[in-house]
């Protein structure tokens, strides 16, 4: 009896194995094997034509020191992300307004939400066509308003270039962020709100006392989002202006991109992307912290 | 699990509307790639003009050259087979140096079969 | 209980709808547009719209190839998806030993965003010789971790009645899967193919360093090829882009709810 029973504990085990591998394997060599060969590679002097060379931090060195790209990348993702809030911000405000009875509301939200699964090459292709000094959309309405006499070129200014790939962006995730409050919105007891009624609290303080806080834990996932979001922005960037005049819309992800695959410096894209991860973790354990710690969840 | 469900659900009924559509468009190539491109040669008074050289040019975003040419028969007609070709232009030239406008031509799949309006050609007629 | 009017809320999302509808409206008119595409003042209507772009675009991209590749590449994602996280979702919903670990390593490996991994997964492409090949690009789509929790949640759903049942008919555990278990779990299959779809139709950076030659290419790619090698003044370039556009498009429209319903997953914990 004893003997059945691990024989057929041993296939059991076996077959969970069997069933799990592929997906490890996926994940092993595309998740976590590259992860500590980047942490190796950031302190190896390495080319694919002479074998690596231990060389310690020189590479950190090189990037905080004598890098100023890599401060315009650095400054340029934190702006992205910095602008997150507003998004997340007026994607409540939309998310309030479909979620109350209104006629149509489905039409409203699979209107908002269209930009999100589009392909994002084809959507910095549209906003640079919208922001494009002849016949852009924008161009268009503030000549023909009279706003301004000659044509701004917004993807080509120094100033207005990181702000307009920000808006494109705006456009695209809007949507997604819109989904996860509404999601966390109608799971909000509709109970709290009619005692509150009852109570007289007016609508105001009903917001910042009861529906706020009950969001958390969808605002820290669109936080968390916010942040991902500048890192995968290279879609954007790399058709809008492909780093942007010198390098003013130079993101993270285009930075080591470029440094990688443009000029074959796989050691010290290696350092950047440690910088970059290393960053994301920073962030994210901080947007915990705000959020009041456990992923913002409501279980103390 | 009846029929009526299964191709009302939307995961059925669209992948075969698109399928259907793409199938009856390629029917339709089928049967109308000849290649044949039709038409007359006629000056400003509306009489056809035989004897005249049609050519056709071959333009996209890499080239702009001649790619055949041919001339009309007695009534004034023309005809190039086999073009293998969804855009180009075709002008019409005659023996004393007049020609006409470049006509440009758009058909809607490569090698369509397609009768052009007639090209004009000013013509001094004695 | 008097609610407040509801037209300043009808006003507003009329204006937020607008707003977020100019964009596909100004490249539609743009793509139908005989004129030429950068004189100003732009006209809101098309001028002389004509849908030659279109056939320009298809012959001459090439369009089909490209249409083709990104339709490998994610036919191979999808199927490799379902294989896989099916049986990686069936195996954690047993208990074996290091189920804990299992559980907690994939959730970290959430944690790791792709481009963190650029650099060492083109090295291990390579080194596995099958960079510029429809496998190389679809490798590191074959498995997603929100899918894998998604059948999970899917197949501890179905009542263990019916499990034992079947073990006591001496079904083999492949058979379970399929027999009982799948046909249960449809909306967590439909969920999975279409985000899926997504992911890999609009991959964009990992094609852009696995491929290697034109001929391979995806659509995205064409699509930002077409941007940097061609530059001409009629609406092709947005003809280009509308036809990209329109497959995802319907895909979505189509799967909506799935699609909404995969994405929201990630947001109830576990």
Redesign the interface.
Known sequence: MTSWYQRKRTR??A??A???A???T??F???????G??GL?SFQSWSPLKAATWIGVDHYEEMLLDDDVFWDALANTLIFIGCAPIAIALALA?AL??N????GAAI?R??????Y??????VG???R??Y?E????FN?VL??SGVIDQ?VKFLQSFDWALPCVIAADF?QV?G?YM??LL??LQSIPQHLYEAARVDGVPAGARFWRITLPLLR??IF?CIVVGI?NS??S??LV??MTNGGPGHATELL?TY??KV??GQSR?DY??AL?VV??LL?VVL?MLANSLSGGN?G?LER | MSWRRIFGH??VA?PLA?AFLVAGWNIYIAFNNGGIIEGEVRDRAGAPVPGATVIFFER??IYYQELRRTTTDASGAFRFDGMQV??GQLEARTEDGSHSERRQL?????AQDTEVAPLIVATPRG | MR?AP?WP??A??VV??FL?????Y??LK?SLTGEN??????HIVPIDP?L?HY??VW??IPFPRYLLNSVIVTTMAICGNL???T??G???T?Q?PGRRW?VL??LS?M??????????????TSWLGVLNSYLGIA??L??T?IC?FIFKASFEAVPRSLIDAARVDGLS?WRIIVRIMLPLSKSAI?TNVILTF?WS??A??WPL?VIRTPEMQT??LG??RF?SV?E?TTG???AF?VM??IP???I?????KE??RG??S??T?G
């Open positions: 059991e085990l077959l969970v069997c069933f799990l592929p997906a490890l996926i994940f060599l595309y998740r976590l094997l590259p992860l060969w980047n590679l939309i307004l479909v109350s009875d209104l006629k409203y699979t209107i908002v939400f269209l930009s699964p589009l392909m994002t090459v084809a292709i549209i906003w066509w919208l494009d002849r016949g852009g959309f268009y000549r023909s044509p456009w809007l997604f989904i996860i999601t966390g834990p969808s996932l991902l890192f995968t290279f879609d790399y058709v992800i080591i991109y990688g695959f796989f894209a290696a992307t970059q991860f994301l994210t992923a969840s | 939307r995961f669209v698109v996209n975003f969804h855009v758009r058909l809607w799949f490569r | 609610r509801s809320r009808h507003i999302m937020v709808s977020m509808l100019v964009p596909f100004w490249v743009t595409i950068y004189a100003f003042p732009p004509h030659f056939v320009d012959y001459l294989l896989f996280n049986a990686a069936y195996a954690l047993k074996f299992v390593l994939f490996c944690l790791i965003p792709f481009q963190a991994t650029i650099i060492p997964a083109y090295l291990i490798l590191p074959l498995s971790i894998i555990e439909a997504i139709w609009n964009f950076l360093i659509l995205p699509l930002a941007l061609m001409d092709a370039l947005f882009v990209v556009l995802g498009l319907t979505f429209l189509m799967a909506q699609f909404i994405l929201t990630g947001a914990k």
